[in-house]
């Protein structure tokens, strides 16, 4: 926790309890890390990362729950609810079908939070139409496509340590990332915030977070 300068709290219906949700808030505030709430769908088995078919007034309502679930424990903890980002294939599901993707941004609205997401035109667009503030994200242990979108936990190659400080560096100094080909592309992180996502389940995950906040203390100083 005190590697992070926020974290994504799994909210009952991918991962995570009332417990855990509780637990995490706590940990949250005692290292003074903005603590942000992450729906997901509900697949528990699934780590919330299997396609499934919801209607969007049912999506809408799941986010609504999940996302009103945290903020009632935040508030009980006296700790702002700082971003939403969609977790796993709700994220997908959200960049190939706009009606899941306006479904879920109208769940997140009345919170007047940011949503975080990779870099996504369509849904930056929507995201200004509702007055929600949309922040970008660099994704460093997982893999982008030829298209520049990403490629799912599952069907990435492992990522290492100096990847994801490479990754950091790539784009922070350049604003730039590399597809799995190898190919380079442009994020359009120049002049915009960011944040930098670190999956918490893969095996070197903490390793990870101490090379990427190596590397954003490092351009920081740079600035």
Known sequence: MP????????????????????????????????????????????????????????????????VG????????????????KPHGELFFYMQRDKAIMRAVLEACAPFNVPVYACQNPEQEAMCNEMGIPFQGELYVDIDYSPEGKLVPVSQSRPSTPELCYHRVVEATSRDTGTDINGTQFTFG??????????????????????????AVDDANRMR
């Open 69 to 84: 679930a945290l903020k009632a424990m935040l508030d009980s903890e006296g700790v702002p609810l700082s971003h939403i």
């Open 3 to 66: 590697l992070i300068d926020a974290a994504n709290i799994a909210c009952g219906f991918h991962a995570g309890d009332p417990t855990i949700m509780l637990k995490t808030i706590r940990l949250c505030k005692k290292h003074g890390v903005r603590a942000g709430a992450h729906p997901g769908l509900q697949d528990l088995f699934g780590f919330g990362r299997r396609k499934m078919e919801i209607d969007p007034g049912d999506m809408y309502a799941m986010v609504l729950y999940q």
């Open 189 to 214: 992180f120049r002049g915009k915030p960011f944040s930098i996502c670190l999956h918490s389940d893969v095996p070197t995950v903490l390793e990870n977070a101490q090379r990427v906040r190596k």
